[in-house]
């Protein structure tokens, strides 16, 4: 079993799952918007301090790196991408998709993340007969809509107006995406904006 810390600071809640060995801390606070650079690394001193684990026994750091809030994406990338230099140890992006992808049940199914003004981010996942889960709809920026018109089971964190919806309890999501991923690890990890980001589009609009 490997060693690790892996952060979510992609929304309004912030989750940090430190693990050792077969044990593992888990740490979510449901609501902290606009908090996570003041909160988070006390957090994640805790979740270590549970855990006697030092970041320089971890293998590997890990961090949600979106689509969601895009602060909150650039916070847990920095701070995964420090604990890695200070350590030499490599990096896990982790999308907010994979959080659902690998907490759903269907064998194929939509990840759908509210992008706020009626619009979702959105995610297509077919499951193989070896129970790999591979994307057969790519990331992308959809109106409530054409979500509707995909006609598959849809999986989400919050309470969304769709037929077939299934709301996850986000707090146990981290852990099973980090530890189903772990052979994807690299040297450098970069945020996923499925959209520009709305000071962009408020430029290009003027």
Excluded: W
């Amino acid at each position: 079993m490997s060693n690790f810390i892996a952060i979510d600071t992609s929304s309004r809640y912030l989750t940090v799952v430190a693990q050792k060995g077969k044990g593992f801390v888990l740490r979510h606070l449901p609501e902290c918007a606009m908090q996570h650079s003041v909160i988070l690394m006390d957090e994640i001193d805790k979740a270590l301090d549970e855990l006697s684990l030092t970041p320089a026994e971890c293998d590997f750091f890990a961090a949600v790196v979106g689509p969601g809030s895009f602060t909150g994406i650039r916070i847990g990338i920095a701070a995964v991408k420090g604990f890695a230099l200070a350590t030499g140890k490599k990096l896990l992006a982790i999308t907010s998709f994979d959080l659902l992808a690998y907490n759903a049940v269907d064998e194929k199914f939509c990840a759908v993340i509210d992008a706020g003004r009626g619009s979702y981010y959105a995610c297509g996942y077919a499951v193989g007969a070896d129970g790999k889960k591979t994307v057969v709809l790519p990331p992308c920026y959809l109106s409530g809509a054409d979500v509707s018109a995909l006609k598959i089971p849809l999986y989400g964190f919050e309470d969304l107006p769709f037929e077939g919806y299934t709301k996850i309890d986000v707090k146990n999501c981290l852990r099973p995406a980090v530890c189903a991923n772990q052979a994807c690890l690299a040297d450098e990890i970069y945020a996923l904006y499925v959209r520009k980001s709305q000071a962009e589009e408020n430029r290009n609009a003027t």
